[in-house]
Structure formats: C-alpha cells, structure tokens
C-alpha cells in the first residue's frame, strides 16, 4: 500500500463516520415521530399478551408453572417498558425536547460510531448564512461601506458544529471605535463560539468609510405615494406643508448622495380631503433609494384637497324588443331622470347622456320594471345610481288617418322666395296605443322641408314628420314629396 492510501484511509474514515452521524440523526428523528404513532397498538397488544399469559398459567400443570423469582422478574421488565413509555411520552410532548433528545442520540451514536473505528476526532466544516452585522462606532461618527449580512464558517467537530447552530449564541461584530476620520479596512470579529473551533468570517473584513456627523439643511417637497390604487375619477391637489426646511445630520459622504428630501405622503385608497395629516421625512438619492439619516424634524403635518370629477347626465331610455301582437307602449316613467357619472375629466368630456335599455318583449300589459341597469359608457369609474325602476303603460294596438297635415318651409336661402305649389297638403295613417291615436290631430304634427340646399324653379322636395310619441308610427297616405317653386 502506497503512503498516499496511507494518509486517505483516515480521510475516508472520518468522512464516514460524519455520514453516519448524521444519517442516525435523521433516522432516530424518525424513529421518535413514529413510536407515537405505534405506541396504542403496542399497549393494546400488551395487555392481548398478558391475558393470554395469566390464561396459560391457569392452565397448565403446577410442574410446569413459572417460578416466582422468574415473574417477579418479568413483572419488574413490565414496569420498566411502562416507565419507558411514559418517558417518550413526555419528550414527544414538545418540539424543543424532541431536538435536545435528536442531539443527544446524536452525540451518544458518534461517539459510539467514532470508538468503535478508533478515531478520536472527526473534523466537519459548515457555514451559517446571513448572519447580521453589529456595528461598534463612536456616536458622533458615521461608517458606512460594511455588509449588513455575512457568512460564518466553522470547522471542527460535528456535534460543536451542531451545538453552535442549534443554540444561536453567537454574534459578529464591527468594531470602528479605534479608527479615525477616512477609508479603514476593518476586520469582523466573533463572540459565542466554542473555543474548539476554527471560525471564520465571509468576508474577512470590510473597507469602511469613516467620517464626523454633520448637519446640512434642506428644502422639503411632497412624495405622493399610492396613486396607482385611487379611482380614475379623483383628481389630487397641490399637498400643502406646515414646513418647508429640514436639518438633516449625516457623514458628508452621505449627506453628498442626498438628491431630495421629502415628506412621503400615502393616498391609497383615499377618497376623500386630508387636513392635519402626519407624513414621515425621507432623504432620496439620485435613483430613489431612502438613505439612512437623522432628520430633524421627522414628520410634517399636510394638508391635501382630493376632488372627485363627476357629471350629471340625463337618462334615456331605449326600448328593446317589441310588445305582443295587438299592443303598444303608451308611455313610460323613470325613477330618476338624470344620474351622476364619475370619471377622469376627458372621459367626462364626451359623455351627453346614460342609456338605459328596456326590454319589453312579450308584454302585453302596463307594469313596472325594477332594477334596471345602466350601459355605462368605457371609462366611467361609477354612477350616483346603480339602477333604475320604469313604470310602463301598454295598451292595445289602434290606426287613425290624418288628413290636411300642413307643411312648413325652412331654411329657405337668402333673397329667395318659397311656397308650395297648390298649397298641398299630406295624408298619413297613424298606428300606436289606442289613447295617443285617440287625441291625436293634424295641428299635433310637424310636416317639414328642408330647403338649405335650394335653387331658383320648381322642384319636388321630400317632406320631413315629426309626431309628438316616439311610440306612434306612420305610412304615407297621401306620398312623402311635394312640388315647391322657388323665385326671386
């Protein structure tokens, strides 16, 4: 065997056993997290035995029978496993026992484990991640430059290793104290480890920069915070400061990155005007990051004018559908006539009005229709009104001809002259609910032409009507079109 076999074997040993060690840690954890669950079957088994053993007893022949010392013996191995039980009864009962116990099966295996292989000593390394820095500096000084974190690595005997993690005694520390203005490389330092191990810090040291508090003032401006959660239709004003100056104290190297200072005021969710309101005071470098200072004061009371941008509309009805055969709608009433929309100010802009549909297929009687919901045009955040109740009156179906419906001439063009030749007049057949038919007369309906685009002669132009419900309709008795002449 060469000497480099020589010198791995014990490598290799004291690599196996640490395997082993925490192999048997892991299974003994196991073994503790079942027995709770076996330990019912066992007892019920137990008391199984015992009954068929005292059965046996009685029964077999007094040559046979155990002797006494032999069950005193076996009532003394009885309480024994009962006194057992109840022992892991009470370190299964809490979490921390649990551990304390993994840690003692732990050590009492790899010291078996580490005998029995005679090796003495086993060396394992482990790191412990994140640990926080505490930093030792005089009070009137500022350091910066150092890791808030850094790692720890241990070398030395597992079951130390596991102690120390376990535990959490230690800390690491950055001890300034000694070091005067300027760039110093500090080394960390440790406390709370075993001295039996070799402990290391990740990074060693930290080059810091070291320099005397001092205080600068600065103007003071408003952060508005939180926008993204407001309503399209609230609009914020100009936040108004009990102050506008700060003292801020700070090494001069930080007090150089300070790009602003600023009262960090949160609108989210507001809806409403804040007076008196208390914002905290933050000091932001150049791409927004709060730096650590003290600033004085810390707060500042403000106050902010929240508008909500809303518009009244009127409310139209659209009828969708058709009533039953043999019936029409006379009339129908709202609820509420107009109704208060909330957007943003463009969107507000270029709505004139709110649609409400009405679906009246089938109907054939008067009623109302509750809730009805609006078409609320894109961009509208909400309305002052969720729905709208409609009062509808139907009737059934009735025609009536109206005859001698005179015409009107408008927009006739500048230092022209316009008449209708013969004076005609139109005819028309009216059809609706039998109650608008009924009061219905020629003087209640506008027959119009439109002239803007005449010229001089006689021209046939098509006649316009305008009837007094929208629920009423017509055909042509009479034809649309008359013959206009156009002089001057």
Known sequence: MSKDDLEKKPQDQEENIEDEAKKSTEFFLNFMKKSRE???????LKERNERQ????????KPEFKVSQLAQRMSLLVGKIFNQLNRWMDLMMS????????????????????????GVTTARSIDIIQDVPVIVQKNESDEVIGYDETVNIQLIGNFTDIQLAKLTSNYQVYLDTTSYSEGVAEVRYTTSGFSSRLEV?????????????????????????????????SISLG????????????????????????????????????VDGASANIVALD?????LDVQIEPSTVRYSLDVVENAKDVPIRAEIVGSVQDGHAIADYALSAATVKVFANPDVLESINEIVLPIDVSGLNRSQTLNNLEFDLPEGV????????????????????QIDNIPIQLSNIPSGLDASVVNDAKVSIMVTGAQSLVDQLTAEDITATIDLTEARRGSLTYEVTLTLPSEFLTYTWVSGNSVVVEITG
């Open 38 to 44: 076996d330990e019912n079957k066992k007892k019920a």
């Open 53 to 60: 053993k005292k059965s046996a007893i009685r029964d077999i």
């Open 94 to 117: 809490s979490d921390k026992r649990i551990r304390w116990l993994s840690l003692l099966m732990t050590l009492i295996i790899y010291v078996v484990v580490s005998g029995g292989t």
């Open 200 to 232: 290391s810090v990740i990074p060693e040291s930290a080059e810091v920069t070291i320099s005397p508090i001092r205080s600068q003032t600065f103007d003071l401006s408003s952060w508005i915070v939180g926008k993204e959660t407001l309503d399209t």
């Open 238 to 273: 100009e936040p108004v400061l009990a102050f506008n100056e700060v003292e801020v104290r700070a090494g001069q190297a930080t007090l150089d990155q300070i790009d602003r200072v600023v009262a960090r005021i949160d609108v989210t969710n507001l809806n409403q005007s």
């Open 286 to 290: 150049a791409s927004g990051r709060e």
């Open 381 to 400: 955040v909400r309305s002052s009104l969720e729905n709208v109740d409609v009062e509808l009156t139907i009737e059934p179906t009735s025609s009536k």
